[in-house]
Every structure is written in structure tokens, then in C-alpha cells.
């Protein structure tokens, strides 16, 4: 009996998977067309190189230096943040570095997901060049005022960053930033806002020398049990 081709197999796959950032050879690749080990690791730095990743070249020193200190603002996870406790209970039951870094990784990118989707109106104001901060973006906290206040101070000063002298809170001020490097669209910030993370936030789950599940401050509600 002839086998009987369905929708899916009728249909003419193309028969290789395009590469539109990584290219040459697994020993000598290239990431959006530069050659990464004899130029790209000998003249620029991660940031640079992961910035280029998403925006197709390598950035302006300027934007270099913005892009990095946002990334050292974004770094520190507290432990009572979710990533960061996510990571710890994963760690203290015993989970392996693979099942560590996989959860971490995950609570961070629902994390970050979710704090670009708050933020969606304000990157609608930033494309369509509004000179006004919306409203729901501004801070009345006096130590957010503060923080971005030592932002704008390790941020170079021929950089144009939107909104900064209005009062934004601190996650505005670095989407804000974010945007002048060239991150753009929801993927590449939910991107970003995991990778500057990770490592905080896996090396606070991991920092337990001697991890043990008595040490929990488990403090559950008190039950009577009846059969």
C-alpha cells in the first residue's frame, strides 16, 4: 500500500536553517560579520560584543559605556527577589548546577518579561519621540530620585538619553538608557534584563557553603489533622 503524504509532508521544506548572527566555522565563527576570536576578543569587551549581537555592529564607545553601566545597575538580585530565592530553594534540594542555572534563568526571564510589558508605554513614548515622560513613570521616592541620580553621573555625557531629567523611577531611567544603546523591541530588552541577572542571581543561590533544608526559615501556619 503507498504511503499517503499529509499537509505536513507535502509541502517542499527548505533543506538547511538559515544564520543571520553566528557564521564560519564552529572554530573560527563570526558574529554579525566580525571575526570573534582575532578581533572581536582582542579589542572589545562582553558587553560590547553581546550589545553588537543584538543591534548588528559594534557600538560607539559612548554607547559602550552606557550600555555597560546599565548592565552593573541591573546586575545585583536581591534574595528576596524571585530568581534569587528560586535559586537558593532549588540549590538547598539538592538540585544540580544544570537544574540551578535552568530555574534561575527562568524566574529571571518571567521577571524581566513582565517588567518590559509594565513598560510598554513608556517605549511607545520613546519611539514616537515624545518630550514628555508619561506620568505613570514618575518617581515620588526620594532614594529612586537619588539612584538615578548616580546614574546620570556614570553615564557619559555625549550620550542623548531621553526623559532623565523627569523625575522617572530607576527601571524607567534604565529602559530609557537601554533604548539609546539601540535595544528597541521586547525581545532584546527581556534579553538583557535576564543576562545582566544571571550571575547575581545564581551565585546568591549558590552561596550557602553548607546547604541544608533545616536552615530554611520555613514558618508554616499551624494544623490540626483529623482522620
Not at 64 to 71: K, P, R, Y
Not at 197 to 224: S, V
Request: charged share 20%.
Amino acid at each position: 500500500m503507498p504511503l499517503t503524504k499529509g499537509a505536513f509532508e507535502g509541502v517542499d521544506w527548505p533543506k538547511h536553517l538559515g544564520a543571520y548572527v553566528v557564521s564560519g566555522s564552529r572554530h573560527q565563527p563570526r558574529l554579525q560579520g566580525y571575526e570573534v576570536q582575532s578581533d572581536l576578543a582582542r579589542y572589545y569587551s562582553f558587553a560590547e560584543v553581546a550589545l553588537a549581537s543584538l543591534i548588528g555592529e559594534i557600538p560607539s564607545e559612548s554607547v559602550a559605556q552606557a550600555f555597560n553601566t546599565a548592565l552593573v545597575f541591573l546586575a545585583p538580585v536581591s534574595i528576596t527577589e524571585a530568581p534569587a530565592h528560586a535559586a537558593r530553594l532549588t540549590q538547598l534540594i539538592g538540585g544540580d548546577a544544570a537544574g540551578v542555572v535552568a530555574t534561575t534563568a527562568v524566574a529571571l526571564a518571567e521577571a524581566s518579561r513582565f517588567l518590559v510589558e509594565e513598560h510598554l508605554a513608556l517605549l511607545a513614548a520613546l519611539n514616537d519621540g515624545d518630550e514628555q515622560l508619561p506620568e505613570l513613570f514618575r518617581t515620588e521616592s526620594e532614594a529612586q530620585r537619588e539612584a538615578v541620580k548616580r546614574l546620570l553621573t556614570a553615564l557619559p555625557s555625549d550620550l542623548m538619553v531621553s526623559f532623565l531629567d523627569q523625575d522617572p523611577t530607576l527601571n524607567a531611567a534604565l529602559i530609557c538608557v537601554l533604548f539609546a544603546c539601540g535595544l528597541r523591541h521586547e525581545q532584546e530588552l527581556v534579553a538583557i534584563l535576564t543576562t545582566a541577572r544571571l550571575p547575581c542571581a545564581i551565585a546568591e543561590g549558590i552561596a550557602d557553603p553548607n546547604p541544608h533544608f533545616e536552615r530554611y526559615p520555613t514558618n508554616t501556619p499551624e494544623f490540626h489533622y483529623e482522620p
